[in-house]
C-alpha cells in the first residue's frame, strides 16, 4: 500500500459469510485479521472484488427502450418519469397490485426495509417479494415450526470447532466459502468428525470422516432412518426430550418404519453407513446438524429441513454450546434479507404481515392508516408466473435480482417476462433481466454506500463507503426515496443517509422476533457487530438461541411427523436421470458481478455437466463432448466433465449463466406448499449427444 491509500473496514459483497475486508483508495482489496468470522481469511471472490467498480461495462447512465425496440441511454428526469408514468397506468387500469416488486438476498437491510415500504406505502401492492425464496425460504419455514424463529445459526461460527461431530447436509462449504472451513479443521484437529450428505462426492465430502451419497430428493428417508437407529439403539436424550421438546410421539411413530435396509432402497445410502452415522451422533457429546439448499430448495424442503432438525432435537443438541442445528445461508444478506419486510407475507422484525398487532406497529412506525396496508401477496416463483394473466402483475420493479437467470423454469420465466408492460432493473451491470427492462437504473455498488447486512450467524455488521460511485450512478436508496417522491409520498420517504433508514428499523423491529432496537451503528463498530435479538442498547445481543427455552408458544422445540416423499418431476423411462444444480468456487449466484471478473472467468469461463464415466460410457459420451440435456420443460447443450465424485445417476450443472448456458431453464419450479420454495435441486433428466435432438426443443 502506498502512503497515500486510505483503506475503509467493510465486507464483502458476495456470500453470507460477509468476510471482513479493507478497501484502499488504489481498489485493493486487504483481507481484515481482526474480523472474527474470516480472520483475514478470503476466498478468490472476495479477492478480486473490486474488479467489478470500475468496470467498463458498469451502466452509468439509465437506459430506456425506445420506439426501435433498443435500449437507449437516457437522462434521469426521462427515466423516472417513464415509470412513474407507467406504473400510474398499470395502476389505474388493473389495480394497484398489478404492480410488483422483485428484491434480493444481496440487498442491505436498508434497502431490503426500504424496498418493502416502498411496495406498501409509495405504490400500495401487497406484491412484494425476492430471490431469498428460491434460496432460505424452506429452512425459514422449518426452523419457524419447530423452534418458533428462523435464525440460519442460533450459534456462532466458532461452536463448529468444538462440535465433536457435526452432520452436514447438502453444502459444499469447502468451495463456496472457503474460509469457513478453519472452523471444521479446527474440529478435525480436536478429534472431531464431519459426516457430509451430498449426492455428489464433493470438495467438502472428500474431506468428510463419512460420506452419505444419498439420491437426491431422498433427504427425509435418510433423516428418519438416523432417528429409526437413534430410537433403536438407545441414543436418544430422553430427558432432554421430555424436558425441552414436544411431538416426539409422532415422529417416533412415522421413522419406526425407516428400517436402515429400507432407508438404503429409497436413499441408495448403504445400511452400515447410514448406522455407523447415526451411532456417532448419538454417542457425541456435542453433536451438531448442519443443512443448506440441498435438503432445502426441495418441493418437499420444509420436510425435509423437520425431519434433520428431529434427529437435532432427538440428539439434544438444540440450545446447548458447541452444538444444535443450524442452516448455512447463502446470499450475502441473505439473513436480513429475509427478516425485514420484502417478502410477501412479511413485515420488518420477522412479523406476519396478516398480525393485526403486528400490521398496527408498523402503520405507527410508518405513518399511515392500518387499513391501507396491503396484505400477503403472492411468492417469487408465484409472482413471476402469474404475470400476464388475470389478476397477475403487469408491471414489475426488480432490485438487487436476476431472476431471468435464477428462478428455475427459465423458459416460462423468459415467457412471462416478456407479456410485462413495464419491466425496470436496477442494477449495476446489464444482467440477463436488465435486457428484457423497459427501463434500467444504474445503481450503486457494495462498496460505494453505507449500509448493514446480517451475516449467516444473526450478526448484525456495517459495510461502509469505501469508494465514489460513477458520475451518474445513484444509489437503491436514492432512487426508492426519488420514485416515492414523484408518486405523492415524499413525506414518507425523506431519509439522507442509509443510517436514517436504519433507525427507523430499529423503531420498525422493536418487539419483534427479529429485534435490532438495540442495534446501533456505533455499537456494530465498536463490538465487531451484533447478534439480534437485541432489545435495548444496554442489551449484549444474542450469539446463542434456545438456552432456557423456544421462543414457542409452549416454550418447547417441537418434532414434526415426516415422511419421505419423491420428488414431484421424478425419473421415467423417459427421462431416466436426475439432474441436480449448484454453485461453484469463483462463480457467485446468478453470475452478475462474478462473470464480470476476468480471474474469475478464467477459472470457471462456463457449466460443465458433470456426470460419472460409467453414465457417460452408456450414452457414449466422452470428456469434454457436448451433451445434449433435455427436461420436460425444455433442452440446453453443455461440454461434458467426467468425474467419479458423482452418483451414476445424476448430473450436476452450476448455475451461474445465462440465456444457452442456463440451466435453470431446465429446472422444476414445483413449488413446497408450505414455503413455496421452487424444487431446484432435482428433477428428471434425459442425456443424449449434442446433435441427436433438435436445439432449443421443447419436450
Ligand atoms: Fe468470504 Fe464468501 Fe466473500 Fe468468499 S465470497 S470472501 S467466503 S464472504
Request: with cysteine; hydrophobic share 40%.
Amino acid at each position: 500500500m502506498n502512503a497515500s491509500s486510505i483503506a475503509v473496514a467493510t465486507h464483502c459483497p458476495y456470500c453470507a459469510l460477509q468476510c471482513g475486508m479493507h478497501l484502499d483508495s488504489d481498489r485493493r482489496v486487504l483481507a481484515d485479521p481482526k474480523f472474527p468470522v474470516n480472520q483475514g481469511g478470503l476466498c478468490v471472490k472476495g479477492w478480486t472484488a473490486a474488479a467489478t467498480l470500475d468496470h467498463a461495462a458498469r451502466l452509468r447512465a439509465p437506459l430506456v427502450r425506445g420506439a426501435g425496440g433498443r435500449l437507449e441511454p437516457a437522462s434521469w428526469e426521462e427515466a423516472l418519469a417513464r415509470i412513474v408514468a407507467g406504473i400510474g397506468d398499470v395502476q389505474r387500469r388493473c389495480g394497484r397490485d398489478a404492480v410488483g416488486v422483485f428484491g434480493g438476498g444481496s440487498l442491505t437491510n436498508e434497502k431490503a426495509y426500504l424496498l418493502g415500504k416502498f411496495a406498501r406505502v409509495a405504490l400500495g401492492t401487497s406484491n412484494i417479494d425476492y430471490n431469498g425464496r428460491f434460496c432460505m425460504s424452506s429452512a425459514a419455514a422449518a426452523a419457524q415450526r419447530a423452534f418458533g424463529i428462523d435464525r440460519g445459526l442460533p450459534f456462532p461460527l466458532a461452536d463448529i470447532a468444538q462440535a465433536d461431530v457435526i452432520l452436514l447436509a447438502g453444502s459444499n462449504v469447502a468451495e463456496t466459502m472457503p474460509p469457513v472451513m478453519r472452523y471444521f479443521e479446527a474440529q478435525q484437529a480436536a478429534g472431531g468428525t464431519l459426516i457430509a450428505v451430498d449426492p455428489r462426492r464433493t470438495t467438502t465430502a472428500q474431506w468428510a470422516k463419512t460420506h452419505l451419497q444419498l439420491r437426491p430428493g431422498s433427504d427425509t428417508a435418510l433423516a428418519n432412518g438416523l432417528l429409526h437407529v437413534l430410537v433403536r439403539e438407545h441414543l436418544v436424550d430422553e430427558a432432554y426430550v421430555a424436558a425441552r421438546t414436544e411431538g416426539f410421539g409422532e415422529a417416533l411413530r412415522i421413522s419406526a418404519s425407516y428400517w436402515p435396509e429400507c432407508v438404503e432402497r429409497l436413499t441408495g445410502v448403504p445400511e452400515a453407513l447410514l448406522v455407523e452415522a447415526a451411532r456417532m451422533l448419538g454417542r457425541a457429546e456435542r453433536p451438531m446438524i448442519l443443512t443448506a439448499r440441498g435438503p432445502e430448495q426441495q418441493a418437499h424442503g420444509v420436510d425435509n429441513a423437520l425431519a434433520y432438525i428431529n434427529v437435532a432435537l432427538a440428539l439434544g443438541a438444540v440450545g446447548k454450546p458447541f452444538s444444535g442445528f443450524g442452516t448455512i445461508t447463502g446470499q450475502g444478506n441473505g439473513q436480513g434479507g429475509r427478516e425485514h419486510g420484502q417478502k410477501a407475507d412479511q413485515l420488518p422484525g420477522y412479523r406476519r404481515i396478516d398480525d393485526p398487532a403486528a400490521r398496527a406497529h408498523i402503520a405507527r412506525v410508518w405513518n399511515v392508516p392500518v387499513e391501507t396496508m396491503p396484505g400477503p401477496g403472492r411468492s417469487a416463483f408465484e409472482l413471476l408466473d402469474a404475470i400476464g394473466s388475470e389478476g397477475g402483475v403487469r408491471a414489475l420493479l426488480v432490485f438487487g435480482s436476476n431472476p431471468a437467470v435464477s428462478a428455475p423454469d427459465g423458459f416460462r420465466v423468459a415467457r412471462r417476462l416478456g407479456a410485462l408492460d413495464l419491466l425496470v432493473v436496477a442494477d449495476f451491470f446489464l444482467s440477463e433481466t436488465a435486457a428484457l427492462a423497459d427501463v434500467v437504473l444504474p445503481s450503486a455498488q457494495w462498496a460505494e454506500e453505507d449500509g448493514t447486512t446480517t451475516n449467516l450467524e444473526g450478526r448484525v455488521i456495517r459495510r461502509r463507503t469505501a469508494a465514489d460511485p460513477p458520475e451518474g450512478v445513484r444509489t437503491d436508496i436514492e432512487i426508492l426515496c426519488e420514485l416515492a417522491a414523484r408518486l405523492g409520498k415524499r413525506a414518507h420517504f425523506s431519509y439522507s443517509t442509509s443510517q436514517d433508514v436504519f433507525e427507523e428499523l430499529r423503531r420498525a423491529t422493536q418487539g419483534a422476533p427479529a429485534d435490532y432496537s438495540g442495534i446501533t451503528y456505533q455499537r456494530i463498530d465498536a463490538e465487531d457487530g451484533v447478534f439480534w435479538p437485541c432489545p435495548d442498547v444496554d442489551h449484549p445481543g444474542t450469539p446463542r438461541l434456545f438456552a432456557d427455552r423456544f421462543p414457542t408458544p409452549s416454550g418447547r422445540a417441537a418434532f414434526h411427523a415426516v415422511a419421505h416423499a419423491v420428488p414431484v418431476d421424478n425419473r421415467d423411462d423417459q427421462y431416466p436421470l436426475y439432474l441436480t444444480t449448484g454453485r461453484v468456487l469463483a462463480q457467485y449466484q446468478s453470475g452478475t458481478q462474478t462473470r464480470h471478473v476476468p480471474e474469475l472467468c478464467d477459472a470457471a469461463p462456463r457449466p460443465l455437466a458433470e456426470m460419472h464415466p460409467a453414465t457417460a460410457k452408456a450414452y457414449g459420451i466422452g470428456a469434454g463432448d457436448r451433451v445434449r440435456l433435455t427436461t420436460r420443460r425444455g433442452g440446453g447443450t453443455f461440454t461434458v466433465k467426467l468425474t467419479q465424485s458423482i452418483r451414476e445417476d445424476t448430473v450436476f450443472v452450476p448455475f451461474h449463466w445465462g440465456g444457452e448456458e442456463s440451466i435453470n431453464r431446465l429446472t422444476s419450479s414445483a413449488l413446497d406448499p408450505v414455503s413455496r420454495m421452487p424444487e431446484l435441486k432435482v428433477c428428471a433428466v434425459r442425456v443424449s449427444a449434442a446433435g441427436s435432438e433438435a436445439a432449443g426443443e421443447r419436450p
